[in-house]
């Protein structure tokens, strides 16, 4: 899987919609971008598509955010202020990858020897002030 969009926010919501129509049945996705991308917009959107009807955050202090939906759970971690992947096997991240929900993972960089096999790879970059790349692979 190979496919790019440049968008704007207006744009956000047909992204998310485009996004997980390409994706097929991957649970698992990992969200690389420079602080400020819009990682967590474009998740927001995400579980929104997905009928979520709590009010999503970001799980920057908590680690994971779990939110239910119809068909499951969603999980939202958030690994930038780990110190080590102990961490986040303390907190029993591989529970949550293998558990067959929705697993959305901010900055997976800092676990990388903990990341399943079967993962879609999303990159976001900052064109400019309102625009947007993402990337799917």
């Known amino acids: 899987m190979d496919n790019s969009i440049i968008y704007t926010l207006n ?8 996004l997980l129509a390409v994706i097929g049945d991957q649970k698992i996705f990992l969200f690389h971008g420079d602080m400020g991308a819009g990682k967590t917009t474009l998740i927001k959107e995400l579980c929104k598509e997905l009928g979520v009807t709590d009010n999503v ?13 119809p068909t499951g759970k969603i999980y939202h971690f958030d690994f930038y202020r ?10 029993g ?18 676990i990388p020897d903990l990341i399943p096999d079967g993962h879609i790879n999303i990159s976001i970059k900052v064109l400019s002030g309102t625009e947007r790349e993402i990337h799917i692979g």
Request: hydrophobic share 35%.
């Open 93 to 110: 991240c591989e529970e949550y990858f293998y558990s067959g929900d929705y697993c959305f993972i901010e900055w997976p960089t800092m």
């Open 57 to 69: 955050t970001s799980p920057t202090f908590s680690l994971v955010n779990e939110y239910t939906i």
């Open 11 to 18: 744009d956000i919501s047909q992204v998310a919609q485009k």
């Open 82 to 91: 780990l110190k080590n992947q102990t961490e986040a096997l303390d907190m």
